[in-house]
């Protein structure tokens, strides 16, 4: 658990980071999003003390982060940076294995995880482990910088902007796998970006900074139903709330009860967004939606509670 | 693409063509010093027409025939048969010479060889031959060129006349050049690439050492021998120990200090550049997975200034291979007393004795750093 109160930083009397207090749990993702300059990569890169705050406390675990040396801090933090950052004259396992040497484990343990790590990645091991960076894509490229953050199995990754310099199609697939590899592990981090819809696929809470402050940290769907007033409902943007609400629930949270029968045409699976459902309904003009299994049909899901959902006030 | 090179071709062989044509091949003399009698390369006891006329079939090749690869074979067979033409011409014409009678290479030969060289570089920059390439494509004729020296084809050559005269001292030169350019390289690496680092963590340390050895590579290296003259012989009077080390205003130990002075420019500045190359995103990415600034110095930030850095020791090696023939002046050693000695008695082939193993000093060393770096550059650092 990180816990800062207070932090504040000043670069030649301008105030960079204004008195920031924020916790983030284990197994959290905290998202620090807002426009260019307004502090989220300098709250990033104190919290591994590669700038030191002027003000304020960090406690990592409990301790103090100030009582550890910056160094040894730091090996235990994961840092995903900006325009990925793999060292060129590596090898994709060299790099991964940057910190667990730097932690002196033996040969044979960086080497289990380094192809543990690329496996996770969908990375043959075989084919990558030797290759230098720049044989890779530039979606190979990102999914060694993130392996080589998690791989002295760090209490908390830092990303600042991981998947910024990435098409769109790939960066959609990153942030699935990313979510995925969550779930199976439970990974720990505070993520700075300026795409709102980011934020919003990776984080469970988002905070919302300008000029040096966060202005609100809430979930992403009580930051879309109540966005403060001024800046934050401005970069949240209000114009497809209701889309993007359903966007973050999932058909099984409205499925009802259905007879068993062959797949129809058109139907959805439990795991898609109420906003495919919602696209697939508007699509069809029809007001209820087969849930299909294995091919087989497991329930349905109606128009109606989709839109009370995504409706003001909706639950 | 082939229409210029066919151009380039035509702009070395030319001038070989003209070189053969107008100057004499070989000079006959009476002895070392007095001028001489030319000869023409078709003339009986050299070339023959037949010679001759091969001679330029294979200069003429490279202009006609298109594909590098074999005008870099040709380019190279024009330049063995000019030196097998040489030696037997040489051995030919002595025969029945008196005993002080020499024979020289001529301007007929010293302009077809040095233009044959260069169409065998342009083509092999053609062909974008790798370093390690480069250094095999000229291993082979060089052994060749070496098989043939050690026969004995090039003999009765004035050059070699004058090696045989004075071997003892072209051994020692050798020795001594290679003191030189490696006892100043060693110190000035000492001293270069830390100063280089302080140059690249600290804009005032910058500000205090480039200029400085801005001015000390401006001052010209006769000079510079005159001033370290003063401090050094002073220095060797004071403590005896320094002079029983052969330390002295005069000698080897002022040329190597010269020679390291000269050598701390390109070695410091290309410290320097290649530091400061180094993307800041690499140093953010090493610091923040909890490098220490030693090992990210060590492990990042020299390897990826490495061929930087390697190109200034590379300037260095070849500047200083060069530069090493002046010390001569003070009693350095090196080739340069070949040179020097040969002005003084006004023995032309006496100072290619002394210059000829320089300029081959300084093709080796530059062939094989390029090598070097090459490697360096590995691994997509490019």
Redesign the interface.
Known sequence: MIRVTGLTKRFDGATAVDSLDFEVERGEVLALVGTSGCGKSTTLRML?R?IEPDEGRIEIDGRDAREVS??????GIG?V???????????VAQNIG??PR?LRWDRARVRARVEELLELFGLDPADYADK????LSGGQQQRVGVA?AMAAEPAML?MDEPFGALDPVTRGRLQDEFTAIRHRRGITAILVTHDMDEAFRLADRIAVMDAGKILQIDTPERLLRGPREGFVRQFVGLDDRALRILSLHLVSELARPAADAPAPAQWVAPGDTLREAASRLIWETGDSLAVVEDGRVTGEVRAADIWRIGARGGV | MKQASRRAAAVYALPALAGLALLPFLDFRANRIVSGDGVMLWAPEIGSPGGAAALAALILGTVVIGAQAARFALALAALALLLWLAGQGGTALSAEAPQFARVSLGGGFWIAAAFSALAAADAAARLSLGALARIAALALPALGFGLALRAGLFDELSILREYTANRDVFDAALGGHLRLVLGSLIPALLIGLPLGWLCFVGPRARAAILPVLNLLQTTPSIAMFGLLMVPLGALSRAVPTLRDWGVGGIGAAPAIVALALYALLPIVANTYAGLTGVPE??R?????????RA?LLAR?EL??AAPVILTGIRIVVVQNIGLAAVAALIGGGGFGTLVFRGMGQAAMDLVLLGTLPIVALAILASLMFDAIIETTRR????
């Open positions: 591994n590669l910056p160094d040894a801090l730091r090996r840092y940076i900006q325009g990925v950052g793999l060292f060129p004259h590596w090898t940057t910190v730097l230098y960076p720049s044989e080589r830092l | 995103t690499m953010d990415a090493g610091r923040g997975m909890g490098m220490s090992r990042v390897p990826l691994g997509g650092a490019r």
